[in-house]
């Protein structure tokens, strides 16, 4: 990601209360889909100010909660959620692999073109448990009478593309060009689609990207993450 970029969510960070008040109903329809169990290891890829984090968390206390964040800004927020919070990016995980039950991402996989996409779900299929469970919340194209307003948004992109950078995508589509992750449930919200996937239960881990986190953590900015853990 472009240092602009991440600058840009650096600045967001201080507003982004504002973006909350907004998608926090998406967040909880989305963590209502899915049953968090204590001891089992969620993380939140692109995790802004930890207000996933934060509703995970009064879900099931007992739950092991990690975020990740390009925008050192936004993770220093999320770190008041009092989850383990590394700057990072969904391109190159500092996560070891399978170490998670449950990762969550929302409105991270649509800032990029397909190939970022499908480079992002290659990682987060490296570091799921088999059987593990994927959600994605996306901006989609809608239907009905919110096409009509997807177009609008659309044109607003083109006009300030440096300022709205999320872009309706397909995700389900994505998905199944995505090897080792099947849909599971998909529940539409006016333009945004959250979609639940599983992790086969025995996926070889696919290390096509070479990624330099990929070995066990030295640094402290390194999620270590237990993979002896029950698997969902
Ligand atoms: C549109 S916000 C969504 C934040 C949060 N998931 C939510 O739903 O409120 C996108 C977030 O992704 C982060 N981000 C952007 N590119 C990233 C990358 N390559 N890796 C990890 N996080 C990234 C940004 O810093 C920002 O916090």
Known sequence: MPTARRHFYDKLSRYYWLIRLLDDRYKKTALDAIKLRPKERFLDIGCADGSVLRQAKERC?????????????????????????????????????????????????????EKEQQKALIEMS???????????????????????????YILLTHLFPNLLLNKPIDTCSLIEKSPGFRVNKKISLWFTDIVVCKKAPKTPVQNKIPSKHQKPAQTPKTLKADTKKQHR
């Open 126 to 152: 490296r570091v799921l448990a088999p059987g593990g469970t994927l959600v994605l919340i996306n901006n989609s194209h809608g239907k009905g009478i919110f096409t009509l307003i997807v177009r609008f």
């Open 61 to 113: 206390s007992g739950a092991v909660l990690y975020g990740v964040d390009i925008s050192t800004m936004m993770a220093a927020s999320a770190k008041a959620s009092k989850a383990k919070v590394s700057i990072g990016s969904c391109l190159y995980l500092p996560c070891k692999n399978n170490s998670f039950n449950i990762l969550f991402s929302g409105f991270v996989l649509d800032i990029f073109d």
